[in-house]
């Protein structure tokens, strides 16, 4: 009688290691798969960054352009002679010249 008690402890301690090592692994699993989907989104990240880099160039470019016509129009508004020419002058876009909104001219602002 006393060795089937035994056993029976025995097969407790048994079935209670087998469950608390499952549990285990199953939560190392779970950590690795954290961890596997956290390296996913790092390098879909890292993959966009010559994109978000393109971008920005072509964004400077566009400013770099924008800037230096609405400089040279200033330009030519401050040296004008009199109200004709000052007027012709902030005429912006000259005739021949590249607008700065592509075609449209200046952007109007209206009041409220």
Known sequence: MAWLILIAV??????????????LVRNR?????SWAQVEVQL???????PNLVE????????????FERVTQ?????EVAQGPAEQ??????PHPGTPTLCGGRGLPR???I
């Open 109 to 111: 602002v209206e009041g």
């Open 10 to 23: 025995l097969g407790l301690f048994a079935v209670v290691f087998v469950v608390i090592y499952n549990g």
């Open 87 to 92: 007027a012709q002058a902030e005429n912006f």
């Open 29 to 33: 699993n779970r950590v690795d798969n």
């Open 55 to 66: 971008t920005v160039k072509g964004y400077a470019t566009h400013e770099l352009e924008t």
């Open 73 to 77: 129009a200033r330009g030519g508004a």
């Open 43 to 49: 390098k879909r990240r890292y993959d966009l960054i």
